[in-house]
């Protein structure tokens, strides 16, 4: 029966064909490239949402299996992180995620506190010199990734820190802390999230956050104005005038105090602060900020509270309560004089007289002898003489020869930072072997740094191969080197990679500085070689599971020079030595084989930073490029 009514059925259509045909026989016909195209964009267009569901089981796997990381802090990063790549797709998910992730963060955040307090008595206990380091920050980092999202969830967190903060105010002994008024713990990160925020182009939001806390001189509060008014400087004064009105009614405010303000005014984003032993805090987030060209009205409002805090009647030693003591006003007076007789000259008496009161306190080294926290970023380089003539003087006045190498250091490791040759000459006269060593290392990398900012790749190379540098140090220069001539000579690029692959060979195998030299080199070579770059992140991925600290985040390279006169550190960013940027290449040029080698991590925290890199690659628009690991 079916077969009978599916036979006349048949004859229809069969008749009716041949009209549709001729019908549709007068329409042009499409081109048969239009048709490739669309079909094509469906292709594309379903190979993407395949890639989205892939990337959205990874995050949702890695989310559930960071409830049983043994680390608790890498359990908050990770859950932080994971919401933040679900934000697009899966708000409400997201949202749990940062809850979960904020207790997880406060619950870390409280343990290390502990653990520091127990460590501070037991040096108390012990005797001797006490070193204080400030606690992991990992409710910050939650907080920068939800300040981001959703504005009224930021402020929940922040209303949870300002209790915390109060109780552990309550708690604590009250200390004075030498960086001035040194930021609360609430206060530090809502400016730290605002700052985070202010760099990423969200300035109102940026100044929501950051105005209740804008009330008090420490180096977080001046160095955002100071990023502020990059952005606009017509808010960043009036907020600096505001901060300058509070110092003047502040009893409590200080010489540190007014070195602070003085950072906004001349010396953007290099704070000095001074202590009462003569001692001395730099902290420079940028190198070489020029002095802003402040209206007549702020500037006129700086100098007159600075006189009247400076000027101040002084206490006797012993009941003198300020930061910096008698030693250390002195020297904030002597930094900040050449500021006032060259823009407040009818203050400039006042304060020398005060600074004549001061003498009899203060030792005589830091009286007659350049200290380079009192000059940095105020007197310019050869202003009177040359500086080899003043480094004489002082030569002529030693007494021994370790202060004749101090000497040579000192005046060596600022030519370096210029790419003075001289450096190494003055290096070289330094009697002290080991001496002479360490600030040659610390000078040949300040030289390198120096060359990678003038994009100076020959130099670079140079100093890679014949420097006094460390291994770490050599690969980084050797890879900034090669990164630079990626596109002119790509040739000598892959060359220079080749030395910083034989360098990195030369390090133990358990030593987690081999597996971040095999992944930058990787990283690099993704641009020049794609074959090789699989082949040296396979070798990286061996490496990286022969070490236990090995993160694949956060990499820095740094030098470190400490002597009886000084103690300095460089550091330089090295975003190549970690899994970002290589699992980003790996990911657009084969999904699933970069899964099966994130999988491969036998640790928890490298497995997880390639696999967010590898979700988040996909997930993220194609001009969207903000870091995975914030």
Known sequence: MAHRLLLPTLLVLLSITPLVIAQNSEKKSPPAKS??????????????????????????????????????????????RAADAFWETDPDKARTLFRRAWDEAESADTEAVRKQAEQMRQQEGAGGPMVRRRPRDLRSEVLRLVAKRDKALAEEFLGKLSEADERERKEATATRNRDSEEASIST???????????????????????????????????????????KNAAAADQAFLSLVARAGRDPAADANTVSGLSSYAFT????????????????????????????????????????????????????????????????????????????????????????????????????????????????????????????????????????????????????????????????????????????????????????????????????????ELTSPQRIWTYVRAARLLLKSDQTRAVELLDEAAAETRRISGANPDRAKGLVAIATVLSEADRVRSWEMTAEALKAANASEGFTGEDSTVSASLQSAQMALVTNAPAADFDLLGLFRFLAKDDLNRSIEIAKGFTGEAPRATATLAIARTVLEKPSTESPILE
């Open 188 to 230: 530090a990160k809502r400016i730290l999230l605002a700052r985070r925020l202010l760099d990423d182009g969200e300035i109102e939001r940026a100044m929501e956050f950051a105005a209740p806390v804008l009330d008090s001189v420490s180096r977080y509060s001046i160095n955002f104005l100071s990023a502020l008014r990059e």
């Open 268 to 467: 953007p984003f290099l704070y000095v602060v001074f202590s009462s032993d003569g001692g001395s805090s730099v902290s420079q987030e940028r190198r070489d900020s020029p002095a802003p060209d402040l209206p007549l009205r702020v500037r006129t409002a700086f100098f007159r509270v600075a006189s009247e805090i400076l000027l101040r009647p002084l206490l006797p030693p012993d009941q003198d309560p300020t930061t910096s003591g008698r030693t250390g006003k002195y020297l904030v007076l002597k930094r900040l004089l050449p500021l006032f007789e060259q823009h407040a000259p009818e203050q400039a008496p006042l304060l020398k007289t005060q600074m004549s009161a001061l003498q009899s306190d203060v030792p005589n080294n830091l009286r007659t002898g350049e200290n380079h926290a009192v000059n940095r970023g105020i007197v310019p380089n050869d202003v009177t003489s040359d500086p080899l003539e003043r480094m004489q003087e002082r030569l002529d006045r030693a007494r021994t020869s370790g202060e004749r190498d101090g000497i040579y250091a000192d005046y060596a490791i600022p030519l370096a930072r210029k790419g003075d040759p001289k450096a190494r000459e003055l290096v070289d006269k330094i009697e002290n072997a080991e001496f002479r060593k360490s600030v040659q290392g610390y000078v040949d990398f300040e030289a390198a740094q120096r060359a990678i900012e003038k994009k100076d790749a020959v130099t670079a190379a140079r100093l890679a191969k014949s420097g």
């Open 35 to 80: 048709i490739k195209t669309v079909a094509k964009s469906e292709e594309s267009e379903a190979v993407a949402a395949q890639r989205t569901i892939v990337a959205i089981s990874l995050l949702t796997a890695l989310a559930d299996e960071a409830r049983s990381f043994k680390d608790q802090a890498l359990r908050a990063r990770v859950e932080a």
